[in-house]
């Protein structure tokens, strides 16, 4: 079974080829993932992915799904995970204490006006690149050949795909979502 953890940095997966393009994170393969992959058509079982396609920019991004439709194995199944703009908006709207104090417990980066409207910012500049919500994420995956379903922390129709997540929901704005190929 081929399995690639993308956007390893230093939480590598054991039995999971781990790629990244810093060689600090010691990945098992280093490269850059906005460009061509380097694995054959079809030969992959499982791909997971998790707080790294924010990283991209949006054309990046689907480059990087197309590349992950071409490398999966029609069966396959690839996990996602990012935060939920949508989230992290509706957190800022009806609860910005909380989404502040989310922040100090899991983030750290000081917040020196206690107020949501810096952590939203903070976040959007830390972040990455590109923020999703789920139908945004959904439609570009789609564009690329796949279904996409919203699923559960650490729950997914395939047991290699189950119980890998990092970061809890408690923990985090996160959003989870399982790709396989569609047609």
């Not at 992959?44 to 439709?69: C, K, M, N, P």
């Not at 910005?96 to 899991?106: C, F, G, S």
């Amino acid at each position: 079974m081929f399995k690639i953890n993308f956007g390893s940095g230093p939480l590598r997966l054991d039995g999971w080829i781990n790629v990244d393009l810093d060689r600090g994170a010691r990945p098992d393969v280093v490269a850059d993932l906005s460009r061509d992959m380097p694995f054959a058509s079809a030969s992959v079982d499982y791909i997971f992915t998790e707080d790294f396609i924010a990283s991209l920019t949006l054309a990046g991004f689907r480059h990087f799904l197309r590349e992950s439709r071409r490398i999966l194995k029609p069966e396959g199944a690839m996990r996602v995970l990012t935060p939920d703009l949508s989230r992290l908006a509706r957190m800022y709207l009806d609860s910005p204490d909380a989404l502040v104090a989310l922040w100090d417990r899991t983030v750290g980066v000081p917040v020196s006006t206690r107020s949501g409207c810096e952590v939203v910012n903070l976040a959007m500049e830390l972040a990455g690149r590109f923020q999703y919500d789920s139908p945004t994420l959904v439609a570009l995956a789609a564009d690329a050949g796949f279904e996409a379903i919203r699923v559960d922390y650490r729950k997914s129709r395939h047991a290699a795909l189950r119980e890998l997540d990092y970061r809890e929901p408690h923990e985090s704005v996160s959003m989870y979502h399982e790709l396989t190929p569609s047609g």
